[in-house]
Structures are given as structure tokens and as C-alpha cells.
DNA sequence: TGTTAATGACTGACTGGACAGACAACGAAG
DNA sequence: CTTCGTTGTCTGTCCAGTCAGTCATTAACA
């Protein structure tokens, strides 16, 4: 058998796209990405057919993981909230911790070289938060309202609260509960 | 005196700028920019330097637009809550009416190729909102955050309503109200 | 009022550089 | 020797910004 296709050179690169689209927005020239990756630029083609393509797959990866980290350390058997706020830890440490990450998602998803299916796709693994919110407003003041629009505030207000606690790491903890609290207020 | 340089002329690139943004991203070639403007290639940087002051410019004057939009018809007199609903309708209004100046408001708001002046201008011109913001919260469960943090819910709010708006415009009136209860309840 | 000269805003073909993707050559494994 | 992942050079395209020239307009003068 030749060489395999290593799935430890597909994330370098990704891992490099991130890095790199944070530092050079989304004109980042595929060769410099290459090159932080530590590959030839024709590899880079080799893993993604086109530019579009290793953004919609790069978009998809971020968000798997984003939503992942939000759902981890669960206790099903606690209260609605007390679950639901740990969610909002987990999501916000994340981010927090994975500034880059972050940044890239936020240019990838605005960029309009997205596809639905990719949309779709990442739509999909925020499922399980966005169960809990339905739940979560089911009784208060938004039960009537579509749930694309409390998942679009749900989604802002994390985006504040992260950008809150990156600028004032010290307080972090903190920021990270008024935010919560906020949110809470609004859909609960 | 020969032909002035014609304000007309600057607008009139302006408005195919904010067209052409929204159908071609903000890699949107100046030539197409200037051909939807009826204007040269080349008469495009007589009125702006760079693409990128084409740029701040346009960012500058879409958000000086629809601030003074969201001030109008204010009565001093009426009670704090019912004033900011008014700028609260007129805002989501002017949004709703304008979806190009909306959209490539946003495009030009994360695209990195904005001056921190730029964004200083258009902080100010946001001033006598913020201000109202911050009566509003004085008494409430965030008068003690950071305003920037508030100013941002506030304006993520604002973004999630004029959205649900545009997508069902029918029920408008109600998406509005609903948008506007929930900062309130958020933030007062 | 008709003619001419000066003006500078405007034009659009052009340039230089950058970049996405192709491809021919290479070398590691079988 | 064949296969196939990898390489990095190469090419065709695209685009921001330039510049030599055009021409509508106006002021001066007869």
C-alpha cells in the first residue's frame, strides 16, 4: 500500500486555515495556508477540492467541535436551568479558551461562501442545545415566538458574553454569569 | 470655474456600492461598483483614494443614516420607556425598509477593513441611543455591566428582530413589539 | 454675441502583482 | 516496475490603482 492519506495532515491544515484566516481574513492566499501547514501548496488540493470547499468543511469542523464542548459534563437529572447553565459555561470556556477558533467561525460565517448543505449540516449539531431552550421557553414570555429567532438571540448574547470575558479575562467568571442571567430574563 | 466635482456623482457611487456589496461580497471588483454607478473605473478614485476609504466612507454614512432615522419623532416629554420604543420602531423600520443598507452595514462591520476612526465616528453617531440605553438600565439588574456590553445585546437584539421582521414581514408589527420586550425585560 | 483659450473633472485602456488551481515530475511502498 | 500521494513550479485570470488624453464648461476678449 503507498503512503495513506494522513487525516493528521488534513487537520494541520485546517488547524493552519484557522490560524491563518484569523491573521489574513478570508483572502488568506491558499499557498500561505499551505505553507503554515507545513505542506506543499498543491497538497492542499489534494485534501480539498477548492478554497470554498476547505472553508465549508474548516466551518463544519469548528462548529462540531464548538457544540461538543457545549454539551459536555451533563446531569440529566438536574434542573432545567442548572443544566442549561452549564451549557453556557461550557460554551463560553470554550470560546474563551479558543480565541482563533472563534474568529475564524465568526468570518466563515458571514463570508457567503458557505453552502446550505453545510449550513444545514452545522444546524444540525446545535441540536441538542436547542432542544433545551425550547424546553426553556416553553412557559415564559417567548413561548409563542419562532424558535429561529430565540436561537438567534441565544446565539448574540453568547457572542457579547464572549467578547466581554476576552476582554476582561480577570472577571471572566462573572461576565460569564450576566450573561446568563440575561438570557435567562429574556426567554425563561 | 470648470464642472465642480459633483456630490451627486459621490453618491451616486455610494448607493452602487451598497448595491453591488450585497449582491458580490466585499471582494465586489471597483469596476463593477463603478459601471453600476454609471461612472469610469478611474473616476471611482477620484472621489475615494482606496477601495478601503470607499469603504470606511460608506460604513460611515450607512450608519450616520440610520441613527438619525432611529431618533425621529421623539417627544421629550413621554416617558422613557415609550421614547425608546419609539427609536425602537423607527430603527427596526428603517432596517426593514433598507435591507441593502442593512446588509452591507453588516458585511462592512466584520469586514477588518475598517479604520479605528471609523468606528469612532460611528460610535458617535450611535451616542444619543446609548444615552437613552444608559437611563434605562440604570435601576435594572445591569446597571452595573459594562455599557459596552449592554450597547452590544442591545444592538444583537435590534439584529435578531429586523430579521425575524424581513423574514415574515405580515406580522411585523408583532415581531417588533416581541424584539422590543425582550431587551426590555433583558436590560430595564 | 461669437470665438478662443484655459481649466480640471472625468475617462478607460493599461500595468504590475497576486492568486487559484493544474500538472509534470518525483519518490516511497508494494 | 507500477501505483499513487506528494511536490512546487507554472499559467491563465482577475483586479486595484494609474495616467495620458478628452471634453464640457467657463472666463476673457472683441
Redesign the pocket.
Known amino acids: 500500500?503507498?503512503?495513506?492519506?494522513?487525516d493528521e495532515?488534513r487537520s494541520a491544515i485546517l488547524d493552519a486555515a484557522t490560524r491563518f484566516i484569523v491573521r489574513h481574513g478570508l483572502?488568506?492566499?491558499?499557498?500561505g495556508i499551505a505553507k503554515e501547514a507545513g505542506?506543499?501548496?498543491?497538497?492542499l488540493?489534494?485534501?480539498f477540492e477548492?478554497?470554498?470547499d476547505l472553508f465549508n468543511q474548516l466551518y463544519l469542523e469548528l462548529k462540531t467541535e464548538m457544540a461538543s464542548a457545549a454539551v459536555k459534563n451533563l446531569r440529566p437529572a438536574a434542573a432545567l436551568r442548572e443544566q442549561y447553565f452549564q451549557v453556557w459555561q461550557n460554551w463560553t470556556k470554550w470560546a474563551a479558551s479558543n480565541p482563533e477558533k472563534r474568529r475564524a467561525l465568526a468570518q466563515l460565517s458571514v463570508s457567503g461562501e458557505l453552502s446550505p448543505e453545510t449550513r444545514t449540516a452545522a444546524h444540525k449539531t446545535m441540536a441538542a442545545i436547542a432542544g433545551m431552550l425550547e424546553r426553556i421557553r416553553a412557559n415564559g414570555p417567548m413561548s409563542k415566538a419562532p424558535m429561529g429567532f430565540v436561537v438567534a438571540l441565544m446565539n448574540a448574547t453568547a457572542d457579547a458574553t464572549i467578547d466581554l470575558m476576552s476582554q476582561d479575562p480577570t472577571h471572566a467568571k462573572k461576565h460569564c454569569k450576566l450573561g446568563f442571567d440575561a438570557l435567562w430574563r429574556m426567554i425563561s
Open positions: 500500500m503507498p503512503r495513506p492519506r494522513s495532515k483572502s488568506a492566499p491558499t499557498a505542506v506543499a501548496n498543491g497538497s488540493f489534494t485534501y477548492t478554497k470554498t
